[in-house]
């Protein structure tokens, strides 16, 4: 009797984010059953005992589809996303970070010396009174302790590697991975670099978009967290931020239906180059004051506009970060017997 024929090779791997997309894995429930009985995954080390010397021993291409999450900030990252590309025929930026640079990607407003300061010596919670700080390699004797090179910015996945797909969101619904899942699995894939998700902004799917007006007239910006809010009423019509506008669809408006707005995870439509600068322009010119002063009243209301605008996108927006540490990163030297560091 012949050997049934092999399943397709999936991997999963983690790189700088949360773990929420992780977690959206498990979140298929009863849905895994059947991924797991259709596909051999042969990495995936948040959850089986897999090293990387598995992956290694892969012959390049044998993976049919591997799905890494998180930006790209060390050394150890951008080495295991190299190395998945090329073991793999099919490489997926699985949710926000890994599409757009995610959360982590705000750190590019900080050079790395900032960041690290702050870590190490001026967090309220830190005491390092000897300003120890994180070295790449230490030795002592004949032994070496190694820990990856922290990067000087946050990149998403397709600035460091060919990407072949995409999965948005923070993180991708149970719904939408799943119908991902199929589409990878299937014969017939889409054209490579696709957004596996709806090409409509989110307000196409919003319970509350007959409620948007037409002109929208802001006198001043308000806070969710502060505002009493109409339950079905558009949020925009309200003077609170939301990003649906420059949001693709496909998240099925859960943040909407928990009384909250949009803030962006899914990213831009393919029509809208910069998500941040769509959203930015679109609630500039409904505000309502002409003057200065009101001018500056109605923005008072949005006190981190690169949070608010940029939350999901900075490292793949045209701003990107911080000018003057957005360089290539070289190797530091092994520091012997010291724990300063050049990083």
Same mark, same amino acid.
């Given at each position: 009797m012949p050997d049934p024929p092999a399943k397709p090779?999936?991997?999963?791997?983690?790189?700088a984010s949360c773990g929420g997309c992780e977690e959206a894995v498990v979140d298929l429930a009863e849905g895994v059953l059947s991924v797991l009985?259709?596909?051999?995954?042969?990495?995936?080390?948040?959850?089986?005992d897999f090293k990387r010397r598995d992956v290694e021993a892969l012959a390049d291409g044998a993976i049919r589809a591997a799905l890494l999450n998180g930006a790209i900030?060390? &050394?150890?990252?951008?080495?295991?996303a190299r190395l998945l590309r090329r073991k793999s025929q099919v490489v997926v930026a699985f949710g926000a970070c890994a599409q757009l640079g995610g959360v982590p990607s705000l750190a590019?407003?900080?050079?790395?010396?900032?960041?690290?300061?702050y870590i190490y010596a001026q967090s309220p919670t830190v005491v390092n009174d000897q300003g120890a700080r994180p070295v790449s390699a230490y030795r002592e004797g004949d032994r070496v302790a190694t820990l990856p090179e922290f990067w000087r910015t946050t990149r998403a996945l397709d600035q460091v590697i060919e990407v072949d797909y995409y999965v948005p969101g923070c993180p991708p619904t149970p719904k939408l991975l799943g119908q991902a899942l199929a589409t990878l699995l299937s014969d017939e894939l889409p054209p490579k670099g696709t957004v596996l998700a709806p090409d409509t902004a989110l307000c196409e799917e919003c319970p509350r978009k007959d409620s948007k007006p037409e002109d929208l007239s802001v006198k001043t910006f308000k806070r969710p967290h502060l505002t009493p809010m109409d339950a079905a009423l558009c949020f925009l019509a309200q003077g609170i931020v939301c990003m649906g506008p420059a949001t693709r669809s496909g998240c099925e408006g859960l943040c909407i239906q928990g009384a909250m707005p949009c803030t962006g995870c899914f990213g831009p439509t393919s029509r809208v180059r910069d998500q941040g600068a769509k959203a930015l &322009?679109?609630?500039? &010119?409904?505000?309502?004051?002409?003057e200065d002063r009101e001018i500056e009243s109605a923005l008072a209301g949005i006190p981190d506009p690169v949070g608010t605008f940029y939350r999901y996108g900075l490292a793949k927006s045209l701003l990107r970060g911080k000018v003057g540490h957005l360089c290539s990163d070289r190797p530091e030297s092994i520091k012997t017997g010291s724990m300063e560091s050049r990083l």
């Open positions: 090779k999936v991997a999963l791997y983690w790189c009985n259709a596909v051999d995954i042969v990495f995936w080390p948040v959850a089986m900030r060390t &050394s150890e990252q951008e080495e295991m590019n407003q900080f050079d790395r010396e900032q960041i690290l300061d &322009s679109a609630l500039a &010119s409904s505000v309502e004051g002409k």
